[in-house]
């Protein structure tokens, strides 16, 4: 039964700091890509950070790059997780935060929604000015 969890959002002010948490079973960790995307009210769905447990590759969004790190943590094999640290954070940060996991590894396509078969339900992300 695959799951994947999200936590670690909530209300920060302009400028400081979250990590989100997203512990997953149910599948070989290692074999799927890990996708964070958001969602801000009115707005589609969009990547912000993706990382290949395969081989290692890691994909941020503009807007998001240098403020935002993706990693993986198999310490714990009975819940592999996957992190994204944000940084510096901005009022535009402000969304619902998911993550999905998918197995094919087509990363030409990794920043679609569609190629995700497994979500998890999100975290909420406020940034105030």
């Known amino acids: 039964d695959v799951q994947l969890q999200a936590s670690g959002g909530g209300l920060v002010q302009a400028g400081g700091s979250l990590r989100l948490s997203c512990v997953t079973s149910?599948?070989?960790?290692?074999?799927?890509?890990i996708g964070w995307f958001r969602q801000a009210p009115g707005k589609e769905r969009e990547a912000v950070s993706c990382?290949?447990?395969?081989?290692?590759?890691?994909?941020?969004?503009d807007s998001v790059k240098g403020r935002f790190t993706i990693s993986s943590d198999r310490s714990d094999r009975s819940k592999n997780t996957v992190y994204l640290q944000m940084n510096r954070l901005k009022p535009e940060d402000t969304a619902v935060y998911y993550c999905?996991?998918?197995?094919?590894?087509?990363?030409?396509?990794?920043?679609?929604?569609?190629?995700?078969?497994?979500w998890g339900l999100g975290t909420q992300v406020t940034v105030s000015s």
């Open positions: 990382i290949s447990n395969s081989d290692g590759r890691t994909y941020y969004a």
């Open positions: 149910g599948f070989n960790f290692d074999d799927y890509t």
């Open positions: 999905a996991a998918d197995p094919r590894n087509s990363w030409r396509v990794i920043t679609m929604k569609d190629e995700y078969d497994f």
